[in-house]
């Protein structure tokens, strides 16, 4: 019997010790192949066959050790020096990595983008072909990476959160497809030079503040491109810099870790229990990951000799991840050095080999639309001198494009007409459609999850409907969304214990519970972050920021995140998050609330709603709720006391978007606007139909989407006159409408005066109500516009 137990623990021991090896010996082949896809996809790039190039090379030992407890159910929030990481957890591969390289515009190609990323910017999929969740809980998850810097940041925070949600709300208890109980962390990477921008230290802050399960990566190569971090940050260490942050007992704060990146051994052996406690706890923490090496430099643009010492160049070479994990293999005897060379050698020619495949799949439709135009050019037997030159261009272009195609084609017709040549015209038309699919598709939901699906339902009142103050009319509508929809939250400053400064949340907080309706910190950027990681993982969040004004430092999460989601996925991921915020004939510089131009063109792939009131505000909060798209939502700052109706559908009615309203019917011109200032045109119009003048008013209701259906042209048509008033600066938003009514549906052609704008002045208002009524449209100007129109 004790021969038997001895043999046992030695077998035993002898697995265990294989299972050891076998899983380190699988790390270090992830770590040479990932380093040959740098190496190779370098060349690539210099010998023109990609645009450019940034790669993970000097990562890869930390990255293997950390992709080793990212677990399914887990997010990360990365940046485009990953790829390591996404190796290893299986997320792509070699063929994947070169077909985004190479932009194949095929999903089933470059399964991230279709081409419509950098290199190295990976996504998974939250969302089936229908647009219903899937099974988040039991896949490994990552949001699309950005190029901005630090953009990866805010987001993080909301993916965490949402994990706190999930463990301590009760009523998402039930959306196990979503969450395992809140168990998730957010992996979040960084390069150490991109932590000295603000998104870094907000969110840093907010999850101290908040304690989220967040894993903060800081990938520290001590450079960002040639600028050393002791220009970058102060005391020259991010660690050193945050450690005021480190948790305490019985505080918030941040657990802090560093860690050598190169140190395989010493990595996975710190990784682990750190890992597991903010599983357990939800403490954040931030590990700094320093020596990190970059043996090919910042990125395909540019050397590094340039800006790195002879010495730094040596210790580099010496410190190599690779080479230092290589050693340690062979000096605990896991591995011959042989044995280790025949690894360097397969990965080598994997790589090789995949990146062969992805070069054919991406140029073979290519070199087939090639041939076929080769082909018919030469059928229509035309000798001219211009028709030779492009078959020759086309037929020694060894790495064609798609353009180039099109140019050839777009040339012969210059050159001999499209009505001499029927077949060359069709396949110039049917590649230009094919190529719109590739490129111009997927800005918003296209199928069942579309918002303009959604079928429109009239507000109707009961006999005895009260009328109410608006805000009242939000207050009730969202006590019976909260009471329906447990997917629902609600957020920002003011939000939670005062139920918001306009009181549409009064009393909510107290009902509904503080995880679901919460005040947040004075910080917009992560207010919006925090909307966009919830709404990844399936929740329907809405966050606000309190005035229209303080959405400019939310601004580029929405404008390079959020909107352009859907749409950098080719629809694999959506986002529905609903931002509230009031504006619109706020007095003074700083409260001015109008700047809708500069949304509605940063923010495509959003729908921005800009209800007249607050009955027809919950109209289209139903709308979106019933999509998957993002929307942004501008309630009436002076409209909260106003007094209107309480509809008896509240959840219900639904305002479809992109559709006008026509609140007045006129002969004689047409008035088109939104918002408050409706009420200004309203107001003109009554004056002005004592004057004879019969002013048809339009309300937009969205400028995103925008008249759809082409309803205001058809006022047009009736009364031969437009005026577009807006309280937006000159080239604003009135300009936008102009040109969509003017240029896109053809108004010019029933014109009888010049069609003219009515907007705020260039200027910020100034302050108080005569700054208000001189900075911006007012009654008088309407009526003196109308008039002078009626008089041409």
């Given at each position: 019997?004790?021969?038997t137990?001895?043999?046992?623990?030695?077998?035993?021991?002898?697995l265990?010790?294989?299972?050891?090896?076998?899983?380190?010996?699988?790390?270090?082949?992830?770590?040479?192949?990932?380093?040959?896809?740098?190496?190779?996809?370098?060349?690539?790039?210099?010998t023109?066959?990609?645009?450019?190039?940034?790669?993970?090379?000097?990562?890869?030992?930390?990255?293997?050790?950390?992709?080793?407890?990212?677990?399914?159910?887990?997010?990360?929030?990365?940046?485009?020096?990953?790829?390591?990481?996404?190796?290893?957890?299986?997320?792509?591969?070699?063929?994947?990595?070169?077909?985004?390289?190479?932009?194949?515009?095929?999903?089933?190609?470059?399964?991230?983008?279709?081409?419509?990323?950098?290199?190295?910017?990976?996504?998974?999929?939250?969302?089936?072909?229908?647009?219903?969740?899937?099974?988040?809980?039991?896949?490994?998850?990552t949001?699309?990476?950005?190029?901005?810097?630090?953009?990866?940041?805010?987001?993080?925070?909301?993916?965490?959160?949402?994990?706190k949600?999930?463990?301590?709300?009760?009523?998402?208890?039930?959306?196990?497809?979503?969450?395992?109980n809140?168990?998730?962390?957010?992996?979040?990477?960084?390069?150490?030079?991109?932590?000295?921008?603000?998104h870094f230290?907000?969110?840093?802050?907010?999850?101290?503040v908040?304690?989220?399960?967040?894993?903060?990566?800081?990938?520290?190569d001590?450079?960002?491109?040639?600028?050393?971090?002791?220009?970058q940050?102060?005391?020259?260490?991010?660690?050193?810099a945050?450690?005021?942050?480190?948790?305490?007992?019985?505080?918030?704060?941040?657990?802090?870790?560093?860690?050598?990146?190169?140190?395989?051994?010493?990595?996975?052996?710190?990784l682990?229990?750190?890992?597991?406690?903010?599983?357990?706890?939800?403490?954040?923490?931030?590990?700094?990951?320093?020596?990190?090496?970059?043996?090919?430099?910042?990125?395909?643009?540019?050397s590094?000799?340039?800006?790195?010492?002879?010495?730094?160049l040596?210790?580099?070479?010496?410190?190599?991840?690779?080479?230092?994990?290589?050693?340690?293999?062979?000096?605990?005897?896991?591995?011959?050095?042989?044995?280790?060379?025949?690894?360097?050698?397969?990965?080598?020619?994997y790589?090789?080999?995949?990146?062969?495949?992805?070069?054919?799949?991406?140029?073979s439709?290519?070199?087939?639309?090639?041939?076929?135009?080769?082909?018919?050019?030469?059928?229509?037997?035309?000798?001219?001198?211009?028709?030779?030159?492009?078959?020759?261009?086309?037929?020694?272009?060894?790495?064609?494009?798609?353009?180039?195609?099109?140019?050839?084609?777009?040339?012969?017709?210059?050159?001999?007409?499209?009505?001499?040549?029927?077949?060359?015209?069709?396949?110039?038309a049917?590649?230009?459609?094919?190529?719109?699919?590739?490129?111009?598709?997927?800005?918003?939901?296209?199928?069942?999850?579309?918002?303009?699906?959604?079928?429109?339902?009239?507000?109707w009142y009961?006999?005895?409907?009260?009328?109410?103050?608006?805000?009242?009319?939000?207050?009730?509508?969202?006590?019976?969304?909260?009471?329906?929809?447990?997917?629902?939250?609600?957020?920002?400053?003011?939000?939670?214990?005062?139920?918001?400064?306009?009181?549409?949340?009064?009393?909510?907080?107290?009902?509904?519970?503080?995880?679901?309706?919460?005040d947040?910190?004075?910080?917009?950027?992560?207010?919006?972050?925090?909307?966009?990681?919830?709404a990844?993982?399936?929740?329907r969040?809405?966050?606000?920021?309190?005035?229209?004004?303080?959405?400019?430092?939310?601004?580029?999460?929405?404008s390079d995140?959020?909107?352009?989601?859907?749409f950098?996925?080719?629809?694999?991921?959506s986002?529905?998050?609903?931002?509230?915020?009031?504006?619109?004939?706020?007095?003074?510089?700083?409260?001015?609330?109008?700047?809708?131009?500069?949304?509605?063109?940063?923010?495509?792939?959003?729908?921005?709603?800009?209800?007249?009131?607050?009955?027809?505000a919950?109209?289209?909060?139903n709308?979106?709720?019933?999509?998957?798209?993002?929307?942004?939502?501008?309630e009436?700052?002076?409209?909260?006391?106003?007094?209107e109706?309480?509809?008896?559908?509240?959840?219900?009615?639904?305002?479809?978007?992109g559709?006008?309203?026509?609140?007045?019917?006129?002969?004689?011109i047409?008035?088109?606007?939104?918002?408050?200032?409706?009420r200004?045109?309203?107001?003109?119009?009554?004056?002005?139909?004592?004057?004879n003048?019969?002013?048809?008013?339009?309300?937009?209701?969205?400028?995103?989407?925008?008249?759809?259906?082409?309803?205001?042209?058809?006022?047009?048509?009736?009364?031969?006159?437009?005026?577009?008033?807006?309280?937006?600066?000159?080239?604003?938003?009135?300009a936008?409408?102009?040109?969509?009514?003017m240029?896109?549906?053809?108004?010019?052609?029933?014109?009888?005066v010049?069609?003219?704008?009515?907007?705020?002045?260039?200027?910020?208002?100034?302050?108080?109500?005569?700054?208000?009524?001189?900075?911006?449209?007012?009654?008088?100007?309407?009526?003196?516009?109308v008039?002078?129109?009626?008089?041409?």
């Amino acid at each position: 019997m004790h021969t038997t137990n001895t043999n046992e623990i030695a077998l035993d021991e002898k697995l265990s010790f294989d299972n050891f090896r076998n899983e380190v010996l699988k790390d270090y082949r992830f770590a040479c192949v990932s380093r040959e896809i740098s190496l190779l996809g370098r060349k690539e790039v210099l010998t023109g066959k990609a645009k450019f190039g940034i790669f993970g090379d000097g990562k890869e030992v930390a990255q293997v050790a950390v992709a080793k407890f990212f677990k399914p159910g887990d997010f990360r929030s990365g940046y485009y020096r990953d790829q390591t990481f996404m190796l290893a957890s299986g997320i792509t591969d070699v063929e994947q990595y070169f077909a985004q390289l190479y932009s194949d515009p095929h999903i089933e190609n470059d399964p991230f983008s279709a081409g419509r990323q950098m290199n190295a910017h990976f996504v998974t999929k939250n969302v089936d072909k229908n647009g219903e969740w899937l099974n988040l809980a039991n896949q490994k998850n990552t949001s699309s990476d950005m190029a901005p810097t630090a953009s990866q940041m805010p987001r993080a925070l909301g993916l965490a959160l949402a994990s706190k949600l999930f463990r301590n709300t009760e009523e998402l208890k039930e959306f196990t497809n979503l969450s395992n109980n809140g168990n998730e962390i957010c992996f979040c990477t960084i390069g150490d030079a991109s932590t000295s921008e603000g998104h870094f230290w907000e969110t840093v802050n907010a999850a101290g503040v908040l304690q989220v399960p967040l894993a903060v990566f800081v990938w520290d190569d001590g450079y960002g491109i040639s600028v050393p971090k002791k220009y970058q940050t102060t005391k020259a260490s991010i660690s050193t810099a945050l450690s005021g942050m480190q948790k305490e007992a019985d505080s918030n704060g941040i657990e802090i870790y560093k860690l050598k990146g190169w140190d395989y051994a010493g990595m996975c052996e710190v990784l682990e229990p750190a890992l597991q406690k903010i599983r357990e706890t939800h403490t954040p923490a931030l590990f700094h990951v320093e020596e990190i090496t970059q043996p090919q430099g910042h990125s395909t643009s540019g050397s590094h000799e340039r800006y790195k010492t002879p010495e730094r160049l040596a210790w580099e070479k010496e410190w190599d991840c690779i080479k230092q994990m290589k050693e340690w293999i062979v000096e605990n005897t896991l591995a011959t050095e042989e044995e280790l060379n025949d690894v360097q050698d397969e990965a080598r020619e994997y790589v090789k080999n995949g990146k062969q495949k992805a070069w054919e799949k991406y140029i073979s439709p290519i070199q087939g639309q090639v041939a076929k135009t080769i082909e018919l050019l030469n059928a229509t037997g035309i000798t001219d001198p211009e028709i030779k030159n492009i078959i020759s261009e086309l037929t020694i272009n060894r790495e064609p494009m798609r353009r180039d195609v099109l140019k050839a084609l777009a040339k012969t017709l210059d050159t001999i007409g499209s009505e001499n040549a029927a077949a060359i015209s069709n396949y110039y038309a049917e590649l230009k459609a094919l190529n719109a699919g590739l490129y111009n598709t997927f800005l918003y939901n296209e199928g069942p999850k579309s918002a303009l699906q959604v079928t429109p339902i009239k507000a109707w009142y009961n006999e005895e409907a009260k009328t109410v103050n608006g805000y009242e009319v939000l207050n009730k509508y969202f006590d019976e969304l909260f009471a329906t929809n447990k997917k629902v939250v609600a957020f920002g400053e003011d939000v939670g214990f005062i139920g918001d400064v306009n009181q549409g949340f009064s009393g909510l907080q107290v009902k509904y519970g503080e995880q679901r309706i919460f005040d947040t910190g004075i910080r917009e950027l992560t207010i919006m972050g925090q909307g966009i990681g919830m709404a990844l993982r399936g929740l329907r969040p809405i966050a606000e920021i309190q005035y229209l004004d303080y959405l400019l430092y939310g601004l580029q999460p929405l404008s390079d995140d959020l909107s352009t989601t859907h749409f950098r996925t080719v629809g694999q991921q959506s986002c529905p998050l609903i931002v509230r915020t009031r504006g619109h004939r706020l007095e003074g510089i700083w409260h001015s609330g109008s700047p809708m131009g500069m949304l509605i063109n940063a923010l495509r792939g959003m729908y921005i709603c800009v209800p007249r009131n607050m009955v027809q505000a919950v109209g289209m909060y139903n709308t979106l709720l019933q999509g998957n798209d993002p929307g942004l939502m501008i309630e009436c700052l002076n409209g909260y006391r106003l007094k209107e109706k309480m509809p008896s559908n509240l959840l219900a009615y639904t305002v479809p978007l992109g559709v006008p309203e026509i609140i007045r019917e006129g002969e004689d011109i047409t008035l088109v606007s939104y918002g408050s200032t409706l009420r200004i045109v309203s107001e003109a119009a009554e004056r002005l139909e004592k004057l004879n003048i019969s002013c048809e008013v339009v309300d937009v209701q969205t400028l995103l989407p925008f008249d759809i259906d082409h309803a205001i042209v058809e006022s047009l048509k009736k009364t031969s006159r437009i005026l577009f008033i807006d309280e937006d600066v000159p080239g604003g938003a009135a300009a936008y409408m102009f040109n969509k009514v003017m240029e896109e549906q053809k108004g010019y052609r029933y014109l009888d005066v010049a069609p003219r704008t009515l907007t705020g002045k260039a200027h910020r208002p100034s302050y108080g109500s005569d700054g208000d009524y001189f900075s911006k449209p007012n009654a008088e100007d309407v009526v003196a516009l109308v008039k002078e129109m009626m008089s041409e």
